[in-house]
């Protein structure tokens, strides 16, 4: 494919479409939805870290005036464990289970039943009605705890080894020999880390609508990152054809990951149909906190061998990471980007899936990839530090660049890496001096990252309405940009004013199949799609020119919004805009229109490096960030400022992480700060202003250059934070988070 360079749209901050809505309140969330008839559901939840179900009886929550439906796991469809039935990379087995208990409650929180009421004080009465019978069983929190010889066991078909084990998976990735390549090496550090779960954080908690006819014509309105997968998913665990069920996305509150999976829109299905009415269901923010996914914590012991001049020869990592309680942690993230970003001869990279009393986790950007670079990033400073190497040089010194083969698999083909650390190093924020101030400790940090990035399914239709203006329709939720970034494509392909195109998102009866918002795959694929149906449009544009001046349409050209003879052989004929060939459509053919239906292939890993400044009150032991230059190869910038925005928004979430957040759990194995009092996100008083610079390397597999941008922004950070504090301390903090607590605990005299 040929990239475009010399554009007027692509690169340029527009407007984006659905500001003005959000700013001003207009916008309809899945929470604002409503239906005449419309019903309220809630969720009893188990109290219980680990407890088997002995019976359930809702006779008393089904008298209680008002209760229109109680439904559990009996009405979910059961999917035996085993037989794997995969959905994208979910395997139904451990859905069924994770939206509804069935043998057993597996964490505080655990759905056991659901009730639908005409309104949600009834539901929740109805719900403290439902009497459940628990055997309760011991459980574990910890990955060490989950590990061990006697540990109780979630599931005892899952098997490790020959025998039952809370291990549900491993995976490994290796490259030349680990043994050989230590021998090689003349110093060698190794170092193990531990990090807590996180949670993803969206500030919209789950929601839908749901109504279903005497017919099975089902209507879902949720807030997603797919509506082809809450099609799916909800079809899987509730037995209605796929084909019976439209699926309709909102305006979405944040994802970040965590609205990959479904939750609600099963058991606000099978209560609409129990009860013949819509029902409506929104989680509290402690629901959200306590049962949806947040990423996992993880124990991790990462090796690196170098020679006295600076070459790694050697690194080998091990990855334990939580999957909550039932398998599915991101262990493929972490094997696979922690050493990616170097040219390594010899890597053993090996993840283990551990399962442990805690919610299911679900994605949180670049899933994995934080957790190794963190530990991979930590043990090369102090291998920089031990070679007396600058940390960007020894980065430098064995920077992957096109040619180098990647653990996990690939051979890279030109990329920016190399590009981000040049820039960095040049960056006036790496040549400042640190600023020293009384009682406050400063320090400095650098790390980078990778990010697999991911095609897949897409569809788009490109629509030329009646006044000559454009209608694209995409099948994926936007969360980081989409339909600015598309409409600027669209607008640059056409040769007109990017205000004249309207970027829509299809539902499942309007569009294509599309896959999940996610993986940073949507702008790159969604743009192959949009591009290919704009093309076909812009040929139907110059056969109808043609038809009008009676020449060849290979005699007509497209340009600046309007069709011109292709030179002067071809006649000298006034241009045709836009407008004017849709106005003389009905005459000339009928309605203007093309649409693209793709796997789309050919997306290219990210990488970024960060720099980071910390400044450490030492009678508090609050470090806090003053300063963070956020480096990222970006492909290809077709909306800068919502790239921007993202390589902000993944810093803001990383500081959070390394900083102040971690779920807290009490001594009876239940989440203790389930809300945002307790759990500490950043707030803009705990940020500095967060710089970017955005290298831009095109992929030449995409006709614009785009590579996904959303995952890489998170992956370097806490290890650049935490890289900050020992350049601040001279101590290394090897846990998140580096909480007040930790960090006083290490200033105390030994």
């Given at each position: 494919m040929n990239v475009v360079t010399n554009n007027k749209w692509i690169g340029e901050r527009t407007i984006r479409p659905d500001g003005a809505d959000k700013v001003t309140g207009r916008a309809a969330f899945a929470a604002d939805t409503t239906?005449?008839?419309?019903?309220?559901?809630?969720?009893?939840?188990?109290?219980?870290?680990?407890?088997?179900?002995?019976?359930?009886?809702?006779?008393?929550?089904?008298?209680?005036?008002?209760?229109?439906?109680?439904?559990?796991?009996?009405?979910?469809?059961?999917?035996?464990?085993?037989?794997?039935?995969?959905?994208?990379?979910?395997?139904?087995?451990?859905?069924?289970?994770?939206?509804?208990?069935?043998?057993?409650?597996?964490?505080?929180?655990?759905?056991?039943?659901?009730?639908?009421?005409?309104?949600?004080?009834?539901?929740?009465?109805?719900?403290?009605?439902?009497?459940?019978?628990?055997?309760?069983?011991?459980?574990?929190?910890?990955?060490?705890?989950?590990?061990?010889?006697?540990?109780?066991?979630?599931?005892?078909?899952?098997?490790?080894e020959g025998k039952p084990s809370n291990i549900a998976g491993r995976i490994e990735v290796k490259k030349g020999d680990i043994a050989q390549g230590f021998a090689a090496a003349e110093i060698v550090v190794e170092r193990s880390f531990t990090t807590r779960p996180v949670h993803q954080g969206y500030i919209e908690p789950h929601a839908c609508l749901v109504s279903v006819g005497a017919d099975n014509k089902t209507t879902i309105w949720s807030s997603s990152q797919g509506q082809f997968m809450v099609r799916a998913m909800t079809a899987h665990l509730t037995g209605i054809s796929q084909s019976d069920i439209r699926a309709i996305p909102a305006e979405i509150g944040g994802g970040f990951g965590g609205k990959t999976i479904v939750y609600l829109e099963p058991l606000a299905t099978l209560l609409a149909k129990k009860s013949g009415r819509p029902v409506k269901m929104v989680m509290t923010r402690e629901e959200v906190?306590?049962?949806?996914?947040?990423?996992?914590?993880?124990?991790?012991?990462?090796?690196?061998?170098?020679?006295?001049?600076?070459?790694?020869?050697?690194?080998?990592?091990?990855?334990?990471?939580?999957?909550?309680?039932?398998?599915?942690?991101?262990?493929?993230?972490?094997?696979?980007c922690s050493f990616s970003c170097y040219d390594i001869p010899h890597v053993l990279s090996v993840g283990f899936d551990v399962l442990s009393n805690r919610s299911k986790v679900a994605a949180y950007r670049a899933p994995g990839a934080p957790i190794g670079a963190y530990a991979v990033e930590c043990v090369l400073d102090e291998l920089a530090e031990a070679l007396k190497i600058d940390p960007l040089e020894l980065r430098l010194k064995n920077a992957a660049k096109q040619g180098t083969k990647a653990a996990h698999g690939p051979v890279f083909p030109r990329i920016g890496y190399i590009e981000t650390l040049e820039a960095a190093k040049a960056h006036p924020h790496y040549q400042a001096p640190l600023a020293k101030l009384q009682g406050k400790l400063q320090g400095r940090g650098v790390a980078s990252g990778f990010w697999f990035n991911a095609g897949g399914e897409s569809s788009a239709q490109v629509n030329i309405t009646e006044d000559g203006n454009v209608a694209v329709t995409t099948g994926h939720p936007d969360?980081?940009?989409?339909?600015?970034?598309?409409?600027?494509?669209?607008?640059?392909?056409?040769g007109i004013d990017y205000r004249r195109v309207s970027?829509?998102?299809?539902?499942?009866?309007?569009?294509?199949?599309?896959?999940?918002?996610?993986?940073?795959?949507?702008?790159?694929?969604?743009?192959?799609?949009?591009?290919?149906?704009?093309?076909?449009?812009?040929?139907?544009?110059?056969?109808?020119?043609?038809?009008?001046?009676?020449?060849d349409p290979e005699a007509v050209k497209?340009?600046?919004?309007?069709?011109?003879?292709?030179?002067?052989?071809?006649g000298q004929f006034e241009p045709l805009t836009l407008a004017e060939l849709a106005e003389k459509a009905p005459q000339m053919g009928g309605p203007i229109?093309?649409?693209?239906?793709?796997?789309?292939?050919?997306?290219?890993?990210?990488?970024?490096?960060?720099?980071?400044?910390?400044?450490?009150?030492?009678?508090?032991?609050?470090?806090?960030?003053?300063?963070?230059?956020?480096v990222q190869d970006v492909g290809r910038a077709i909306h800068p400022g919502y790239v921007e925005g993202q390589m902000q928004g993944g810093v803001a979430q990383g500081i959070g992480w390394a900083l102040?957040?971690?779920?807290?759990?009490?001594?009876?194995?239940?989440?203790?700060?389930?809300?945002?009092?307790?759990?500490?996100?950043?707030?803009?008083?705990?940020?500095?202003?967060?710089?970017?610079?955005?290298?831009?390397?095109?992929?030449?597999?995409?006709?614009?250059?785009?590579?996904?941008?959303?995952?890489?922004?998170?992956?370097?950070?806490?290890?650049?934070?935490?890289?900050?504090?020992?350049?601040?301390?001279?101590?290394?903090?090897?846990?998140?988070?580096?909480?007040?607590?930790?960090?006083?605990?290490?200033?105390?005299?030994?």
């Open positions: 239906m005449p008839g419309m019903i309220w559901g809630k969720v009893l939840r188990s109290p219980h870290p680990h407890a088997r179900i002995r019976s359930i009886d809702t006779s008393k929550a089904e008298a209680l005036p008002g209760v229109k439906a109680v439904v559990t796991a009996r009405d979910v469809v059961d999917f035996p464990i085993d037989k794997s039935v995969m959905l994208g990379i979910q395997d139904m087995r451990w859905m069924c289970r994770n939206v509804m208990a069935r043998e057993k409650a597996l964490f505080p929180g655990h759905p056991v039943a659901a009730v639908a009421a005409t309104t949600e004080a009834i539901a929740a009465k109805a719900c403290e009605l439902i009497e459940v019978d628990y055997e309760v069983l011991p459980w574990s929190i910890e990955i060490e705890d989950a590990i061990k010889p006697d540990a109780p066991i979630l599931h005892e078909f899952l098997k490790f906190m306590r049962a949806t996914g947040p990423t996992s914590g993880s124990k991790s012991t990462v090796k690196i061998g170098a020679t006295r001049d600076g070459r790694i020869v050697a690194a080998q990592g091990t990855f334990y990471l939580q999957a909550g309680a039932l398998p599915g942690s991101p262990i493929r993230g972490a094997v696979g969360i980081g940009g989409s339909r600015a970034a598309i409409a600027n494509i669209c607008a640059e392909l056409l970027v829509l998102i299809g539902d499942t009866a309007t569009i294509g199949f599309s896959n999940l918002t996610g993986g940073s795959r949507v702008l790159f694929a969604s743009a192959m799609v949009v591009t290919q149906s704009a093309e076909k449009v812009i040929t139907t544009l110059r056969e109808r020119a043609a038809k009008i001046w009676e020449i497209w340009e600046n919004g309007a069709a011109h003879p292709a030179s002067p052989n071809a229109g093309a649409g693209v239906q793709l796997n789309t292939e050919g997306a290219e890993g990210g990488f970024g490096t960060h720099i980071c400044d910390v400044e450490v009150d030492v009678e508090l032991g609050i470090a806090r960030v003053v300063r963070y230059t956020a102040n957040e971690e779920y807290i759990y009490t001594r009876d194995g239940k989440v203790d700060n389930p809300g945002f009092l307790d759990y500490r996100m950043p707030v803009c008083s705990d940020l500095p202003m967060l710089d970017t610079v955005m290298v831009e390397v095109p992929n030449p597999k995409h006709p614009q250059g785009v590579k996904g941008v959303g995952e890489v922004p998170l992956v370097p950070v806490m290890a650049a934070v935490a890289n900050a504090i020992h350049n601040a301390l001279g101590k290394r903090f090897y846990s998140l988070p580096m909480s007040p607590p930790k960090v006083l605990e290490a200033l105390e005299p030994t």
